[in-house]
């Protein structure tokens, strides 16, 4: 079936099989990498993406579901001129980011937190990321990377 969505504030169009999930898409015919696939049931949020401005797990979406909707991955959160958007610097920054497989999910579950609540606790942090699994840090300068963003964003 064919398929268009705006990728990244991209019209980009595609032939894809019914099975074919919208990570698989993004990956391999957009080439956008920095969504990661983790597990492949929806379970550790390193392939989350925005679809109509609500963080979504593209592993468990087809692409077709997509299809005329705005996605933004993790390669759209940074600014116009190349350089890190507010919630990659503050990662960056604040070091909450180790290996860096999660943190693609990690930075866009932040962006639709921030996004619905401009300054959350660090309980109300804690409970949007339960959905995003982080084996390296602990969590602690994850959190502290989005009350940073948070902050730099007020």
Do not use: W
Not at 102 to 131: F, H, K, Q
Request: aromatic share 4%.
């Amino acid at each position: 079936m064919n398929i268009s969505m705006n990728v990244n504030g991209r019209e980009v169009h595609g032939n894809v099989e019914g099975r074919t999930l919208l990570v698989q898409f993004l990956r391999d015919q957009l080439g956008l990498t920095g969504t990661h696939v983790g597990c492949d049931t929806s379970q550790c949020g390193a392939c989350v993406v925005h679809v109509d401005g609500k963080a979504v797990k593209s592993c468990s979406m087809l692409a077709a579901e997509a299809s005329d909707c705005t996605v933004t991955t993790i390669e759209g959160m940074g600014n116009e001129d190349g350089t890190l958007g507010t919630i990659q610097h503050a990662f960056q920054e604040h070091h909450g980011l180790q290996c860096g497989f999660c943190t693609p999910g990690m930075v866009m579950t932040a962006a639709e937190l921030l996004e619905r609540n401009s300054d959350p606790s660090e309980d109300e942090i804690r409970r949007y990321l339960e959905g995003n699994m982080c084996r390296c840090t602990g969590y602690h300068n994850i959190v502290k990377s989005i009350q940073a963003a948070a902050a730099a964003m007020n």
